[in-house]
């Protein structure tokens, strides 16, 4: 199993937007490696869902239902989505100055590129995310 994280602007796609919709697609991604990272994603991988650029934070854990297909945003094949659904609601949203200031997780992508949409986690550091979001 292999771990994901992906990033939303809460007010173009919220957690509670996902729950709703039950399945939700990850399209529009234009980003190389992000691409890359969902063509490895495959069933039952686990991913954190982080709303960016307001709240930054980790809100929820889903999983992947559909491996990488073709964008249906685009006509362009170099382009794939995958399929996710809400798996759990974390009891605390683990924010991104939690995640900096542990020096567990100073390697996950999430520091070191901000930028990219669509992230691999290691099993400890998705670990260490959502423990934090069990603590009192």
């Known amino acids: 199993m292999n771990y994901w994280l992906v990033k939303s602007e809460p007010f173009k796609y919220s957690w ?13 991604v234009r980003n ?12 039952d991988d ?3 869902f982080y709303h960016s650029n307001e709240g930054v934070e980790v809100v929820g854990i889903a999983k992947i ?8 945003t685009t006509d362009d094949t170099r ?7 809400p798996v759990e609601k974390l009891p605390k949203t683990v924010t991104l100055q939690s995640i900096k200031a542990d020096v567990r997780l100073q390697d996950v992508s999430l520091i070191r590129q901000s ?4 992230q ?12 934090k979001a069990y603590e009192n």
């Open 46 to 48: 686990l991913v954190l």
């Open 16 to 28: 509670d937007d996902f729950v709703k919709q039950g399945v939700g697609t990850w399209d529009g």
């Open 65 to 72: 239902v559909k491996e990488a297909y073709q964008d249906p």
């Open 115 to 118: 930028r990219l949409s669509v």
């Open 32 to 43: 190389y490696q992000a691409r890359n990272n969902l063509a490895a994603m495959k069933i």
């Open 79 to 85: 382009w794939v989505v995958v399929d996710l659904t």
């Open 120 to 131: 691999q986690l290691k099993k400890e550091e998705f670990d260490i995310i959502v423990s």
